[in-house]
């Protein structure tokens, strides 16, 4: 079973700076079918990302994704105050699909 | 627009079974598979299983294998999550997914708060 490691667990940063996100996994994930989401405090996972660097609908582009095989990167870039929020990776071309541990990008 | 609206949260005592609904809307519901995430608090999200809408097949999460069953009716464009013998580690809330055609999972239903206490 495949196991996604998300660092940092805290990321503390200001408008306008930029956060790198990592995503580890334990084995070689297809890149088609790992995906990064957004989640505020009692709202469902937002699709940013899927197919490693592919932007969902109405997605901003200061959000892009990067990598292959084990490791990948979420970026944002410039953050925005409604920015702020927890972010997993996801693989999902295999059950169970797992969910990395999250980040959590903090002012 | 793609909707996926769920049904209200509810209460259970221990040993009880759950269902949850999933109505879709907005689009063909047989184009497109469902998924079922859980969520408890402070934890990251939990992939529960599949049904492939278009002939019912599915496909469950070892974890819940033998208490999970997820069916629809497409009649009603709504697919449901049933869980049963729940324990109060079953306190989460619970998400249907709709997969897309690059096997994302774009939407999301708003999410059913069930809570299994004593």
């Known amino acids: 079973e495949i196991v996604l490691t998300q660092s940092p667990g805290t990321l503390s940063l200001s408008p306008g700076e930029r956060a790198t996100l990592s995503c580890r996994a334990s084995?070689?994930?297809?890149?088609?079918?790992l995906g990064w989401y957004q989640q505020k405090p009692g709202q469902a996972p937002r699709l940013l990302i899927y197919g490693t660097s592919r932007r969902a609908a109405g997605i901003p582009d200061r959000f892009s994704g990067s990598g292959s095989g084990t490791d990948f990167t979420l970026t944002i870039n410039r953050l925005e105050p409604e920015d702020f929020a927890v972010y997993y990776c996801?693989?999902?071309?295999?059950?169970?699909?797992?969910f990395g541990g999250g980040t959590k990008v903090e002012i | 627009q793609v909707q996926l609206v769920q049904s209200g949260a509810e209460v259970k005592k221990p040993g009880a079974s759950v269902k949850v609904s999933c109505k879709a809307s907005?689009?063909?519901?047989?184009?497109?598979?469902i998924h079922w995430v859980r969520q408890a608090p402070g934890q990251r999200p939990e992939w529960m299983g599949w049904i492939k809408t278009a002939n019912g097949n599915t496909k469950y999460s070892q974890k819940f294998q033998g208490r999970v069953t997820i069916t629809r009716d497409t009649s009603a464009n709504t697919a449901y999550m049933e869980l049963s013998s729940l324990r109060s580690e079953d306190t989460a809330l619970y998400y249907c997914?709709?997969?897309?055609?690059?096997?994302?999972?774009?939407?999301w239903g708003q999410g059913t708060l069930v809570t299994v206490s004593s």
């Open positions: 084995q070689s994930v297809i890149s088609s079918y």
């Open positions: 907005g689009y063909t519901f047989t184009s497109n598979d």
């Open positions: 996801q693989q999902f071309a295999i059950s169970p699909a797992p």
């Open positions: 997914a709709r997969e897309g055609v690059a096997g994302q999972w774009e939407y």
